[in-house]
């Protein structure tokens, strides 16, 4: 038999590709039905493209628990080729399709810090269009379509992410000041008078706090919690109580005087961060508008 001519796509098998991404994705979420719904086929269909593959290979891909799935040697090995593969080819197609510029940050950052200034990058930039994405968490730049991202250094960032630090976050307690005078609040140890608000994002922060102020003794309890900063930040311009929060997302209040920082502001051990999509980081509109936030935040 002659051999075969390795250049010649005709004599190369083909590719079960439906049943590949189907074993992926399974192996990735640990779960048949979960990956049926990202799918969106049937579990029987799952089930049957990864027996199918186990068929062609002539080995196990994965263990069948009694709620889930876990991959064997063999198949994780697989699923973890196949996981970026199908990335490239993702980001492949996202070259030659580039989506609309889109940049991702919380909603706090978006309702205190970019709203208020992007108008200033329209004028500038007016035939650039960009598109908001409210989030605050991790990111898959091709499947969720970001171009650009803003997060706290508290999140893990994508392995191909290109990061440009933005700044050094700094926080601080805030309140009304008649908060201040009705509470007596004079020193740091006084802030045990006051009620203490977080957020569910940081609950850390007060802690984290306190030993940035070689004060850990504190040992301040929150006594309220909200979903996001911008709620506690209206909590305490509603007199409610004390609120730590970074000090970019408070300037305009601080500013009107609506709220006070009674010790002021220092470092915190976080920064913020721009992430860039790589296949996206020559784009001119991503570029322009990557130079206007390190510009602005600085």
């Known amino acids: 038999m002659p051999p075969r001519d390795v250049r010649n796509p005709v004599s190369r098998p083909r590719l079960p590709l439906n049943s590949l991404r189907t074993f992926e994705v399974a192996a990735r979420l640990g779960s048949m039905s979960a990956a049926a719904k990202e799918l969106c086929v049937t579990h029987g269909a799952v089930s049957r493209h990864v027996h199918a593959l186990e068929d062609q290979f002539g080995v196990p891909l994965l263990r069948r628990l009694p709620r889930s799935v876990a991959p064997t040697p063999e198949g994780a090995a697989l699923a973890g080729q196949l996981f970026e593969a199908f ?159 970074p000090r970019y997302v408070v300037e305009k209040e601080i500013e009107s005087g609506q709220l006070v920082a009674p010790f002021g502001f220092i470092d915190s051990p976080h920064t913020l961060n721009l992430w860039i999509a790589p296949h996206e980081r020559l784009r001119d509109d991503v570029r322009h508008l990557a130079a206007w936030i390190k510009e602005r935040m600085e």
């Open 87 to 245: 990335r490239l080819m993702r980001e492949a197609v996202a070259r030659l399709e580039p989506g609309p510029l889109t940049l991702s940050c919380s909603a706090t950052i978006m309702m205190k810090w970019l709203i208020p200034r992007l108008s200033d990058f329209k004028r500038d930039n007016p035939e650039i269009e960009i598109r908001l994405n409210m989030n605050h968490g991790a990111v898959d730049f091709v499947q969720d379509k970001i171009s650009l991202a803003i997060r706290n250094s508290m999140i893990r960032p994508p392995a191909d992410a290109v990061i440009e630090p933005l700044i050094r976050e700094q926080f601080g307690p805030v309140c009304h000041p008649d908060y201040v005078a009705r509470v007596g609040i004079k020193s740091v140890a006084s802030l045990a008078k006051a009620r203490i608000l977080e957020t569910a994002t940081r609950p850390q922060a007060w802690t984290e706090w306190g030993a940035a102020m070689n004060r850990g003794e504190l040992g301040l309890k929150p006594h309220e919690r909200y979903e996001h900063f911008y709620l506690v930040i209206e909590a305490a311009s509603a007199q409610l109580g004390v609120a730590l929060v």
